[in-house]
């Protein structure tokens, strides 16, 4: 597929250690990335290595079909905003916006011009001559991001931008960022640890693991077909089961087992082998009851697991379980409430739970 | 009463801050008291006589003050130009390349410290003499720098690390080239380190005397060199006089670091 921006089989080492081990990524124009990964997973690295200030060890960045990878980061056409937004100091919000339109000699009334409509955009129109000490965190965060647009880049990369905001503000920036980048078109790739934060603004998500890439798909992808244990679980399906299994052509049978009941799933397109398995699942994916009241219904396309109500509390709207499954516990979110000691059954839905077979981790 | 324990217990305390205010301005009340002294001889606790009459002729025409202080001046210009010069590639390579032996370089350049400065500088003079340095004004001004580069690669180096790499980045990021990002955003932010080193270097020129003596003298004379010669001839209003000329440029040079000179820099001195 003809991406804009591609990386093949990129590599990076930092010494002995390789820290990127063979990125695959194609980015068409205009779609907006992340890259998702806890940290140390590699995802700034890759991001700073697109930008140009990490060397490719091997492989090829292009961008439009041009191979970039030896080219040093201001021939690159990108703009970076840093975590830290490194604004320059001795320079007042003008200047910052400005410098990389004096760079490219633009006629001063034009660049003024620029810089204007820029601030206007972001909403600092008021805050030109400041210097950027005398900024808050939101307002250095768009003056960032507005030195980064004035250029027009080809590829906007953004490095955690958010991640030195107030949890509130963060939400409405979230959304301001992802607006403009779909209303100028710009190819934007952004690292995020957050994983909501990737999923409302990113067309595409990337999650990395351990210098690899673990998945790349829409967020509805991701969050609902993880391809193995490590996405389902960073996806946020911490609860976790160990299970038989038999594959009998399009069912999965799940045996009796210490914990669970017997269970027929439809396979849908799951890669599964027979033998020990694990499932996880998240902890609103589950219908709670008590042991008695369930006893009749049958595991038809659903898992139906036995255990205790360890702990109860109330985060907000639902009741947050602790059940205790043999040697293992779960988080069940309920509506009602049910008290601790209980015995409970849990019955997860064959579409909200994800088995891979132990062998594949 | 809890009052009176009170005053006791800042007894101790003031007679030690008295006796440090002493330390330190008891020589400088002495030097004023003789540049302004016309007649003062022991028993005597005050000059018996005041006026400025030395002062005068220190600054005539006929005096060497002022040709000295001119010299001075000059040599300790030259000196910063020349320091600061070599220290700002020096001090950017050293703070923002990986250099293998980076502390071996700083700690070369601290050599010319580690010996007395007698042989040094008496071996100096004999290679000079070779050259026909011997005398010049460029001869002491090498002399200079070589004691000056020291204390400029050591805080140039500083200030180029307290430097956040990414504000460069940013600058390349977007479009800048290596030197232009040197010159719009890496030069402007440590500007008051290496403005802080400059004035160090001219204050070190300013006040050295022992490169100056083996290498200039005669014919080169400056400030601390026209101060020796009054002081070993008794003359202690001469002597006291250029002294408190040599304290102005010192306390200027407290200022300017009090104003430039960040803690963050300080800390990343010899680092």
Redesign the interface.
Known sequence: MGGYLEIVAARVRYGDVEVLKRIDLSVAKGEFVALLGSSGCGKTTLLRAI???NPLAAGEIRVGGRDVSRL???KRG???V?Q?Y?????MTVDQNIG??LK??RMPATAATARVTEVKKLLGLEEFGQRKPGELSGGQRQRVALG??LA?N?DIL?LDEPLSNLDARIRLTVRHEISALQRRLGITAVHVTHDREEAMVMADRIVILNEGEIAQVGTPTEVYNQPNSAFVAAFMGAENLVDIDVRVAGEAIEVAEGPQNRRAVLRRSGRRLESGRAIARFRSDAIRLSTASATSAEDGDDGLLLRGTVEQVGYPGGIWRHVVRLGDRSVMVDAEDRFDNGAEVHLRIPGDRLYVFSEAQQ | MSGLGLDLRWIPRALGLGLLAFIIFGPLTNLVLWAVAERWYFPHALPLKYGFSYWVAVFAPRGNATGSLVNSVVIACLTVVISIGLAVPAGYALARLRLPARGLILLTLLIPQAFPNLPVYVNIARIFYQFGLNGTVLGVVLVHASHGLVYAVWIATAAFSALDKELEEAARSIGASGLRTFVDVTLPLAAPGLLASAVFVFLESLDEFTGTYFVGAPDVTTLPLLLYTAGAGGNYQIASITALILLVPSIAFMLVIERFLRADVLSKVGR
Request: charged share 10%; net charge positive.
């Open positions: 930008a140009g200030f040093p980061p201001d990108m703009a970076l840093f830290s490194a604004l320059w100091p001795h410098y990389g760079l490219r030195r980064a250029i880049p990369l």
